[in-house]
């Protein structure tokens, strides 16, 4: 069975410290690994990954992963009040070809001023 | 450009009664999916569809169908609600398989 964890589950920080999120996963036929940002509707895209050791960066927000070790982090520097929300890790798999998504349960970020 | 829309915003059920979720998106997307989110639970996948005229199966399909008679629309039935289909629904597209999904506000959904 496919799996995504995250961690930690909630974290609590104050404007402009740096967070990491972590997101390991298992899963058979790998293609790619997307990070969403929750507020209070609907998932947004922020990255999708698929090749291992290789940076994606927007503004503050930046993610990396691992293939080998089989996980992926997020950073936020700088954090806004505006970071606040849960954050979403999910894994895409072939499967035939077809390509399911499967999610982590995610991390909830407070950025308190 | 509205992206991804999904009526209603609310609803509350009785137990045994049915409802349609109605998902629409004009980003000409191929692939469409349900998901439902609850607490500590994560978004989990009920159906899916490849195509117009098409539909599988996800991962939590017991109790829900669907249909895409339309390129741009997808539903979501429930044909007697449970309490356990208590959740927040959402409907996200993508252009193919390969791409990133983009998801609709949602559906807060309660059956009593």
């Known amino acids: 069975e496919d799996k995504v964890v995250q961690s930690p589950l909630s974290l609590v920080v104050h404007e402009g410290d740096t967070v990491t999120l972590n997101c390991s996963y298992e899963v058979t036929n790998f293609r790619s690994l997307l990070w969403y940002k929750q507020e209070k509707k609907a998932p947004t895209f922020l990255f999708m990954l698929?090749?291992?050791?290789i940076e994606k960066k927007s503004g503050r927000l930046s993610s990396i992963l691992d293939k080998k070790e089989l996980f992926s982090i997020l950073n936020i520097t700088a954090t806004q009040t505006g970071d606040s929300a849960i954050y979403l890790c999910a894994v895409k798999n072939s499967g035939g070809s077809n390509y399911k998504l499967t999610f982590g349960k995610g991390t909830l970020l407070t950025v308190n001023p | 450009n509205a992206g991804v829309t999904q009526t209603p915003k609310f609803r509350v059920l009785k137990t045994g009664q049915s409802m349609t979720l109605l998902c629409a998106q004009d980003?000409?997307?191929?692939?469409m999916y349900w998901y439902r989110q609850d607490p500590g639970m994560g978004l989990r996948l009920i159906h899916y569809s490849v195509g117009e005229g098409t539909t599988a199966k996800g991962e939590v399909p017991d109790g829900y169908n669907v249909s895409r008679l339309k390129k741009q629309n997808f539903l979501l039935g429930l044909e007697s609600a449970a309490p356990s289909q208590t959740s927040v629904y959402f409907c996200a597209s993508s252009y193919g398989s390969r791409y990133e999904q983009y998801f609709g506000p949602g559906t807060r959904l309660t059956v009593t």
């Open positions: 980003m000409n997307h191929e692939y």
């Open positions: 698929t090749s291992s050791g």
